[in-house]
């Protein structure tokens, strides 16, 4: 099914009137009726600006919160790693997280905590962005379409002989991502290796996962990567909108692939919680996971991306212009200054059963841990299984995703009948299945990447 979106000058005709103002809240005798069941409505999470923490703030300004008794303050942090201390610590209820962030913290790597994760926030969401220079050297490489554009999506193969000037003039050749265990810097390392760029081990000795890299992958908040590009202190980064449209805007660089093109509709940010906190506070928990729902569901119907745009464009959720929220969020995405295209799944929150945290999505990145060193010794299938079932909670989900069916605001249908793996699929950029439920032979499909002897079944 194709969704249309509403073309970019009657959004700005509307931004001013509908971006500033909120649906009416629910009505303080429902809003007490939940509240009744509400063991801590007054909460704080926190977020990254980047527009994939759109279920939030479009559960705070529509009311959606409120209407499960829950009072919730939205605070933006400086980085994910102050998000990620800042939830263990409980100076945050809960928050907007990078997907790998509570998958690492319960499978060995980095800061140890029990986190888990009912919500999966979005699919799909991000950008590879390189600096006008590397795409003016990556161009004469790339065949073109009938139109005589480059012909998407974009391999790395194009930035190969680029990589390879620098090596000779002697010059490293660095890129930025948001976060080591980032969706981000799994799918730039995925973008490279699959043309046979190595991008890199993490050891004991290398934290940085530099070793016997080709490329030098390295840490940037999102919001600084474009000044970051500007400065010539990195060569190209993988992050989340606006932060490729920025570059694209300001005019400092050129997005070659989007994540949909790496891996066509995966997971990218979750919303995390302790896991003391679930058991603590059910009620809320599940108050919380419906809210979050709701938002995914009104932030894809077509008709409100305008109106999400302008709420996403306020200072104190996203605080990016408008028209440069517009290009990714309103169904296309520009490349090359004038190359825009249609790419209608390029922000999804709710279609593909996007809101669902299904195991099969943490144990990708679970493979991608161990494949780049991350989880240093090899493991056996049944760890990725049984490590993910602590984190991941479809059962929260569903008992929030069963009572917004019985409350007549969502359809049954929209509840997957799953054992919480997705099928197999072949939907990469190098075209290698992968198959959730077999961990062990995934890994040892990569010609690039950490091998493990041991069968999965």
């Not at 010059?171 to 948001?178: D, E, I, N, S, Y």
């Not at 919303?271 to 419906?290: E, G, M, S, V």
């Not at 008709?303 to 999400?308: F, G, T």
Request: overall charge negative; aromatic content about 10%.
């Amino acid at each position: 099914m194709r969704y249309s979106y509403l073309p970019l000058l009657l959004l700005a005709c509307i931004l001013t009137a509908c971006g500033q103002h909120a649906a009416a809240p629910a009505t303080d005798g429902a809003a007490a009726a939940n509240l009744a069941l509400i063991e801590k409505p007054q909460l704080t999470f926190g977020f990254i600006k980047l527009t994939d923490m759109a279920p939030l703030a479009i559960a705070k300004e529509l009311g959606y919160f409120r209407e499960e008794g829950l009072y919730v303050t939205l605070e933006a942090q400086s980085n994910w790693k102050n998000i990620l201390d800042r939830v263990i610590d409980g100076q945050l209820d809960g928050a907007h997280m990078l997907a790998g962030q509570p998958i690492a913290a319960g499978a060995g790597f980095g800061r140890q905590a029990k986190l888990i994760t009912p919500f999966s926030m979005d699919l799909n969401g991000n950008g590879i962005t390189v600096s006008n220079d590397v795409w003016d050297k990556m161009k004469p490489h790339l065949p073109l379409d009938a139109d005589g554009r480059p012909a998407h999506p974009i391999s790395a193969t194009a930035l190969a002989p680029v990589v390879e000037e620098y090596r000779n003039a002697g010059k490293a050749f660095k890129m930025g991502m948001v976060f080591p265990v980032s969706t981000h810097n799994y799918e730039l390392r995925y973008w490279l290796a699959a043309a046979g760029i190595h991008p890199g081990f993490y050891t004991a000795d290398n934290i940085q996962g530099q070793v016997d890299a080709e490329v030098l992958l390295s840490v940037t908040p999102p919001p600084q990567m474009p000044a970051t590009l500007e400065a010539g202190t990195i060569y190209g980064y993988c992050v989340g909108e606006p932060w490729n449209q920025q570059a694209v805007f300001k005019g400092i660089g050129v997005p070659v692939v989007t994540n949909y093109d790496i891996w066509q509709n995966n997971p990218e940010k979750v919303f995390a919680l302790r896991a003391d906190f679930a058991t603590q506070y059910p009620n809320t928990t599940t108050a919380i996971t419906k809210a979050l729902i709701r938002a995914g569901q009104w932030l894809d119907d077509p008709a409100n991306r305008a109106r999400a745009v302008g709420i996403l464009s306020r200072p104190d959720y996203v605080g990016a212009d408008s028209v440069v929220l517009a290009n990714s969020m309103t169904g296309t995405f520009e490349f090359e200054k004038g190359d825009k295209r249609d790419m209608p799944d390029f922000n999804v929150f709710y279609r593909h059963d996007a809101t669902y945290p299904f195991y099969s999505d943490g144990i990708w990145f679970l493979t991608q841990m161990r494949r780049w060193g991350q989880i240093p010794e090899a493991k056996p299938a049944d760890w990725y299984h049984a490590t993910i079932k602590e984190i991941y909670r479809p059962d929260l989900w569903r008992t929030a995703a069963s009572a917004l069916v019985a409350e007549g605001h969502i359809p049954a249908a929209d509840v997957p009948e799953t054992d919480g793996y997705k099928p197999a699929t072949s939907a990469f950029i190098d075209g290698l299945p992968y198959d959730g439920k077999d961990p062990i032979g995934y890994l040892n499909s990569f010609s690039i990447g950490n091998k493990d002897a041991e069968p999965s079944r």
